[in-house]
């Protein structure tokens, strides 16, 4: 069986997992953390980063850092994963949801304005499949309404939008090294923060309330509790494992870029045609080749071709059920606009395997059974 995805393992793991407990410090902050938190710095030009214990968790941070509150509202995409919405909805504001582009299934940029009110704090940008946003209009158009941007770079590490890394453009970026995307601790994130006013505030909240960091750096001479607070720093174990991982980032980052372009070259006859539609970069994105997916017909095409990979032992997945639809989405949120795209683009997507060390026999297998597929329907 071809699995839809493998967690990227390079081998240094465990030997510097048991580095991490041979040092006695296993709890967050130690050598593995500092090591990652200045790497992802200097990698990506970014003023501040600190891991977090999930994705989800970094962009809990950032809504909270942003001051968000009850009765606020936020711009997001409704074809994006639970923890966009749930970190808004944590905060008590409500998520404001925007059609999307069919090109990139990112939020459409152009319908942003309309649907902010006198309530509006902030816009949610969620780059799908590791592809950048619009961010140039995005941040006019926030910087004209005095809006925090809030990048979900779940996917996107390692992607830049013209030369700047995901995540380095809004207030805050996110990151997720969950065992799904290109790097990963297991369960883990990062939160990158834009300002150095911010910086304070972000390690106050990520360690318990305490001034914990500022202790240790010997900036105060006692820590103490000093504001709203919880526990975000993932453990040094789980620290040591993405190190590993990212002293091979562009190792895994190449394997991945070529399994995607055989996908695209593979499928580039059938989307000319015009039975398939395939992912677009628009210019100026660089990809990380976080997943390459295909649109079908609709539906009915797209369950067919899940069901037909399936009996030939090939995983494809589809996502996302659109938030506005879900039940949380109806109690939570509310649609502005036409729902033109969103729903009836997220119902013919599927994505196909991709991970670091896809054998390129086994990548073969999966382009064949897929064109057998759409050749005879
Ligand atoms: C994976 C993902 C998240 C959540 O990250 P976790 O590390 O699993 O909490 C959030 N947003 C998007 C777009 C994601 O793909």
Redesign the pocket.
């Known amino acids: 069986m071809i699995s839809f995805n493998v967690p990227p393992f390079i081998g240094t793991e465990l030997d510097y997992v048991k580095q991490a407990i041979d040092a006695h410090k296993i709890c967050g902050d130690g050598q593995f953390t500092k090591k990652c938190h200045a790497y992802l710095e200097e990698r990506f030009g970014a003023q501040k980063v600190l891991l977090t214990t999930?994705?989800?968790?970094?962009?809990e941070m950032a809504t909270i850092l942003c001051g968000l509150k009850k009765g606020d509202e936020v711009i997001v995409p409704s074809f994006?994963?639970s923890?966009?919405a749930t970190a808004i909805v944590l905060t008590g504001a409500t998520p404001v949801f925007v059609d999307i582009r069919p090109d990139t299934m990112n939020i459409d940029e152009t319908k942003i304005e309309a649907a902010i009110t006198d309530k509006t704090r902030a816009i949610m940008a969620?780059?799908?499949a590791g592809v950048a946003c619009e961010m140039d209009t995005i941040m006019e158009i926030a910087a004209r309404h005095n809006l925090k941007v809030i990048e979900?770079a779940?996917?996107g590490v390692m992607s830049y939008y013209k030369g700047r890394a995901l995540g380095t453009i809004g207030d805050f970026g996110?990151f997720?090294?969950?065992e799904?995307?290109n790097y990963s601790m297991g369960?883990?994130?990062a939160l990158l923060i834009r300002h150095p006013e911010d910086n304070d505030s972000a390690e106050i909240l990520r360690e318990k309330g305490t001034n914990r960091a500022r202790f240790f750096r010997g900036q105060v001479d006692k820590y103490t509790w000093v504001d709203y607070g919880s526990s975000y720093l993932p453990s040094d174990m789980n620290a040591a494992y993405l190190w590993a991982q990212l002293q091979e980032a562009d190792l895994i980052n190449d394997n991945r870029l070529a399994i995607w372009n055989t996908y695209a070259e593979a499928f580039a006859p059938l989307a000319a045609s015009g039975r398939v539609e395939v992912p677009t970069i628009p210019a100026g994105c660089v990809h990380n080749a976080h997943m390459y997916y295909l649109k079908l017909r609709d539906l009915q095409d797209r369950t067919d071709f899940i069901q037909y990979l399936k009996d030939k032992g090939i995983v494809a997945v589809f996502h996302y059920i659109p938030l506005h639809s879900a039940p949380a989405g109806l109690k939570f949120g509310r649609f502005h606009g036409e729902d033109r795209y969103t729903t009836s683009e997220s119902d013919r997507l599927v994505r196909l395997p991709l991970y670091y060390g896809l054998t390129q026999e086994d990548q073969q297998y999966v382009i064949n059974t897929a064109l057998d597929y759409l050749h005879k329907n």
């Open positions: 999930s994705g989800t968790t970094a962009l994006t994963f923890s966009t969620v780059h799908y979900d779940a996917q996110c997720s090294f969950h799904t995307k369960e883990g994130g």
